[in-house]
């Protein structure tokens, strides 16, 4: 391709030992794509909370500051002694950012795979998307079918496959009904609908009135606001209605996480007919896989029996347990439904450089529930 740049600007965050964290851009010499690799033009790439992880991490965002680097703008934060402690294992190191987007391959290794994929859209997946280019395995891309946006194919893996594999896990560990938290948000949302579509009972968790008429509106069921005076009572009432003995907890930090397991035991307690001073026998099980809250978690488990487990859940474990076939499965249903069950809704589309401003960056990363951000590195 006679055109292509030479270099490919890519953003990245470093911890510095001094206690700061900075952002920003590298111009980096454009990669060549081995035998099994393709290049791809980033047309598409989403902010989630993921990614923020890995963005600011533990720095405090109200001491940000603008700056630049290389006539590129650049961002400037103080880590607290906290933040240093539990990003010690990354500080020096310059580590590239976005975990997935969507872009169009312009240039292929040897191998037919590879070249069979030259000029296609496909969904990517394997770090390293905000920038203009991304050179990576054939495996590590999903052809999407002609004609697709790029929009809606930047967010193909990370919401898609982990609601998906909410059920998946629900299914392998033989519950039979779902309890989930921040559920207004893109994969909440979209968790709804697969629910839906499989006759699974969900109860969804949401933290304003707002969002649970976003909720009503898409046909979920059972709502429980966390905010309200009476949410205990009615999250205890939404379980025993439904069943549901497994919850997904996006929010990691604070009490919810008890919460949900105090709630579940209260249902199974209803069902009981003797008394035990061991609690239900009914196992429940809850993973946090979020950290929209980062402080500790706290519960109290004498409220709720010795039948029960309180885990982490990641996607890429999960892909690797559940095995090629089922996975495969799972893409498969994200490309058929592309545009209905996985469709993600953006509230702001930016440039990459625009990512970097300031003001840009302390609304994204205030992660409010509606609002979510696309890069368009090309714009």
Known sequence: MTDLPTTNTVMVTIVKPEGQLEVYFERRPMPEPKPHEVLVKV????????????????????????????????????????????????????????????GVVIKAGDSPEAQALVGKTVALLGGEMYAEYRCLPVQMTMPLPDGTDPVDGASCFVNPLTSLAFTETMRMENHSAIVHTAAA??????????????????????????????????????????SADDFMDRLVDAIAET??????????????????????????????????????????????????????????ARSFGLTWALGGFLLTPFMA?????????????????????????????????????????????????GEKYLIKPHG
């Open 43 to 102: 047309l598409a790439t989403p902010i989630n909370p993921s990614d923020l992880g890995l963005l600011f991490g533990g720095a405090d965002m109200a001491t940000a500051r603008a700056g630049e680097r290389d006539g590129l703008p650049m961002i400037t934060a103080d880590v607290p002694p906290a933040g240093m402690r539990a990003m010690g294992g990354r500080i020096g190191d310059a580590l590239p950012i976005g975990n997935e987007g969507c």
């Open 321 to 369: 347990k559940a095995g090629m076939e089922t996975v495969g499965r799972m893409r498969k249903r994200v490309v058929d439904e592309l545009t209905t069950t996985f469709k993600s809704h953006y509230s702001h589309e930016i440039s990459l450089t625009e990512a970097l401003d300031i003001d840009t960056a302390q609304a994204y990363n205030a992660k409010r529930t």
């Open 185 to 226: 948000s893109n994969l909440g949302q979209m968790l709804v609908k697969i629910c839906a579509k499989d006759g699974i009972p969900l109860v969804n968790i949401v933290r304003s009135d707002a969002q649970v008429e976003i909720l009503k509106g898409i046909g979920a069921q059972h709502i429980v606001n966390s």
């Open 243 to 300: 069943g549901a003995t497994i919850g997904f907890d996006a929010t990691g930090g604070g009490k919810l996480a008890g919460q949900i397991l105090t709630a579940m035991e209260a249902a199974a307690v209803r069902k009981m007919t003797t008394y035990s001073r061991y609690g239900s026998d009914t196992f429940k099980q809850v993973y946090i896989y979020g950290a929209l809250d980062l402080s500790p978690t706290t519960f109290s």
